[in-house]
């Protein structure tokens, strides 16, 4: 599976931003996600969507995140609304086996695939 974000750039405070994620290739994940990583932090899981269309969010972006996916073009998305500083950071698309929110991720070594990442700044 290969994985390419788009959208990412910056925005005020209370603001709003749209991810996309194209996906290309063979797999089997069970989940489309969406994590986070700011400067000196670990990586978070923030967003997921099973292939039932099943969602789970972190309680930190809970009501202001919608993941979605659009099956015609392979394409998932973060709409991400009233934006907040503390939503600075690198966002990376990822087709997971496990559905992991937070930080502490074990991962599904070769079974996981992640994209390249894209920034997200907010300032006030």
């Known amino acids: 599976v290969q994985l390419v974000e788009s959208g990412g750039g910056s925005v005020e405070v209370g603001g709003s931003i749209t991810l996309s994620c194209v996906h290309s290739?063979?797999?089997?994940?069970?989940?489309m996600a969406w994590f986070r990583q700011a400067p000196g932090k670990e990586r978070e899981g923030v967003a997921y969507r099973g292939f039932l269309a099943t969602t789970r969010y972190a309680d930190s972006v809970k009501g202001r995140f919608t993941i979605s996916k659009e099956n015609r073009n392979n394409t998932l998305f973060l709409q991400m609304n009233n934006l907040k500083p503390e939503d600075t950071a690198t966002y990376y698309c990822a087709a997971v086996q496990i559905c992991f929110i937070g930080t502490g991720y074990p991962g599904s070594g070769p079974l996981d695939a992640w994209g390249q990442g894209t920034l997200v700044n907010v300032s006030s």
């Open positions: 290739g063979p797999g089997s994940s069970l989940y």
